[in-house]
């Protein structure tokens, strides 16, 4: 029985075939989904940083390039809020000083997703070319 990410991925890319997680939001199916133009696929749930366990969304490990799908930014979702909002400054703070380039993208970015993958390209080859 196919389940509601599986039928909204179709609905999105006919004859698609999703490896759907649980906890997989709309937007980062959709971003999992066009991610397949790109050269090097993106790694799921990324851990970047131990003892945390920090995860990224989408990660090019060996470029140290991550995606992060932000959603909720008009619905008060839990990343907006006081706690959460404070722990995602300490992860991406944390990032950077490992040497991660991170993108951060909302719903409103991913209706344009050519924009958006020209920009991960972008960042992938030029990380690429640093060797």
């Not at 909204?8 to 075939?17: D, F, K, S, W």
């Not at 959709?30 to 920090?54: D, G, H, M, T």
């Amino acid at each position: 029985m196919e389940n509601a990410n599986t039928i909204r991925a179709q609905l999105c890319v006919p004859n698609a075939t999703v490896k759907v997680m649980s906890k997989t939001s709309n937007l980062e199916l959709k971003f999992e989904i066009y991610s397949r133009e790109l050269r090097v696929q993106p790694v799921r749930e990324y851990v970047f940083a131990l003892p945390r366990k920090w995860r990224f969304d989408f990660a090019w490990p060996h470029e140290k390039v991550a995606v992060e799908i932000e959603g909720g930014i008009f619905v008060n979702g839990a990343h907006n809020r006081g706690r959460h909002f404070m722990s995602d400054c300490d992860k991406y703070n944390q990032a950077a000083l490992l040497g991660w380039a991170v993108l951060r993208y909302t719903g409103e970015h991913l209706k344009d997703m050519q924009w958006v993958l020209s920009q991960v390209k972008e960042l992938l080859e030029s990380r690429a070319s640093r060797g």
